[in-house]
């Protein structure tokens, strides 16, 4: 079942700084505390300030991995701790994704969604693999095709061909699979492909009433609602579906008392409710559809162009894939890395990790030090060193893409998953990374200009740890915030 929803004198110099720097961290909790107790480190000092953080008692089950390097073409390193070993790398994954997106495509690419009419009576909604398709844009599709003097569809083509391959990751948990985080990705995505259940609570005793963004969703036509109104208590409401099944289950109580819930659940096929939906769009303009059909494989010819919507540039959907950590987003991205290169048999996503592969290795990553299985880092098969997440921010830097990429990432403050991390610190305002989350899982990597230090490349990760979420967080960010503060002693 799951629920969606002390300082001291500038240039001190000698291991003293840093373990006076450390003491002062020992006690450090979120927030202020950060800034409250930060002291500066000389370089010289920082593996062993670092070393003190990662080992401290809480920290003792938690296994690290951390690099920290010069952002240089010749970098020097000013610690590393297993390094070259593989981790978990949760969301980090990301940075690997879009990197090879920027320097195989280009911030400008975009995806393009097109409606084609093919005699006699056919039209074709060719999915391009947009994850920013509205039901608006179907409607102004559909708006064109009735300008256009269509009276009667014989045949409505949905066609999927461009990502081959299923829609779901076999090495993403099953038990996610009902989440927004973990929506399937085929070439035609409509509205994120998911849909809004909305709870309201009833008279004590009676199941709660549910409303849907879209009442003709499978999801909702096979829903079953074994929900119960009570007169007070907690919010225990689950949602439960098998992988690849519409048919949900939802289990649990609301008070009376409690405003409506609204979940938002991943379309299990959403390709054919963009068929029924487009179907209803052109019906409302007056146009007869006879029926719907799927196809994955291209048409022979092309008929006339009706309608199309291209995507926002790809610097856009880096910039949602690194500071907003969408997944869908990033699935879509490494696909599209894929299109035109598979071979035969071979699915668009395979396609695309190896071009992550090849585009990386031509920047001088090391492909043996990743094993990548999927653009997001949902999938616990992925395997990513932190020299292999530094060696991707330093090509990064080095490329005519440098500036675009880095702003594509969260910053403290900022847009995204650092908005409440590292404010009023010494690290706001000099840092830009990637965060990266799963159950025992913290990582964070990106770039830090200290102001009394050359610019830093940094990755540290957290692997099997019985520790909270928080509290690695709160670990990692004590990591910058030293990073931030580093000085070039004598």
């Known amino acids: ?172 948990a099953w038990q996610d699979f009902v989440e927004v985080a973990v929506a399937p990705v085929p070439s035609l995505i409509l509205d994120r492909n998911q849909i809004s259940l909305t709870l309201t609570p009833q008279a004590a005793g009676r199941p709660l009433r549910v409303t849907a963004s879209d ?73 007869r559809v006879e029926r719907v059909q799927i196809l994955t ?19 856009d959907w880096a910039t949602t894939i690194n500071q907003a950590s969408d997944n869908l987003y990033a699935e879509t991205l490494i696909r599209q890395l894929g299109v035109g290169s598979s071979l035969p048999g071979q699915t668009t996503l395979a396609a695309g990790l190896t071009e992550v592969r090849r585009v990386l290795a031509e920047q001088g990553v090391d492909p043996t030090h990743y094993r990548q299985a999927d653009g997001s880092g949902l999938s616990r098969h ?10 991707t921010l330093q090509a990064m830097a080095r490329t005519p893409y440098a500036t675009a990429f880095r702003q594509s990432l969260a910053v403290p403050g900022g847009p995204g998953t650092l908005t409440r991390r590292l404010v009023d610190t010494p690290a706001a305002g000099r840092v830009a990374a990637k965060t990266g989350t799963l159950a025992g899982v913290a990582t964070l990597a990106g770039y830090v200009r200290p102001a009394g230090h050359p610019p830093l490349v940094f990755a540290f990760l957290a692997n099997q740890s019985d520790q909270p979420s928080a509290r690695l967080r709160q670990t990692l960010d004590q990591a910058v915030v030293i990073l931030s503060q580093l000085q070039v002693c004598n």
């Open 297 to 315: 494989t291209p048409a022979a010819g092309r008929g006339d162009v009706l309608a199309f919507k291209d995507s926002p540039p790809l610097v």
């Open 382 to 391: 992925n395997l990513i060193s932190p020299a292999a997440l530094v060696g």
């Open 1 to 172: 079942m799951i629920r969606l929803r002390v300082k001291e004198k500038a240039g001190a110099s000698g291991l003293l700084s840093g373990v006076w720097a450390f003491l002062a961290m020992v006690s450090w909790e979120a927030g202020p505390t950060l800034a409250q107790n930060s002291s500066p480190v000389c370089a010289q000092d920082l593996p062993q300030t670092l070393e003190a953080l990662f080992n401290r008692p809480a920290e003792g089950r938690t296994r690290w991995g951390a690099l920290v390097q010069t952002e240089a073409e010749t970098p020097t390193t000013l610690y590393d701790r297993a390094a070259a070993r593989y981790f978990l790398p949760a969301s980090t994954t990301k940075l690997l994704t879009t990197a090879a997106a920027f320097l195989r495509l280009g911030p400008d690419y975009r995806a393009r969604t097109v409606l084609y009419r093919e005699p006699p009576t056919t039209l074709r909604l060719v999915g391009g693999g947009d994850p920013t398709l509205t039901q608006s844009d179907l409607e102004r599709m559909a708006a064109a095709a009735g300008r256009a003097g269509v009276r009667r569809v014989e045949r409505l083509i949905l066609d999927t061909h461009q990502f081959q391959g299923p829609a779901w990751h076999d090495q993403w």
């Open 215 to 287: 009442p003709q969703a499978p999801e909702v036509r096979a829903l079953v609602n074994q929900t119960q109104t009570v007169a007070a208590g907690a919010d225990t409401v689950q949602i439960y579906r098998e992988p690849g099944r519409p048919a949900i289950l939802l289990t649990g109580e609301l008070p009376v008392t409690q405003p409506p819930l609204t979940l938002d659940l991943a379309l299990a096929d959403p390709v054919a409710l963009i068929g029924q939906r487009l179907q209803r769009a052109l019906q409302a303009q007056g146009i």
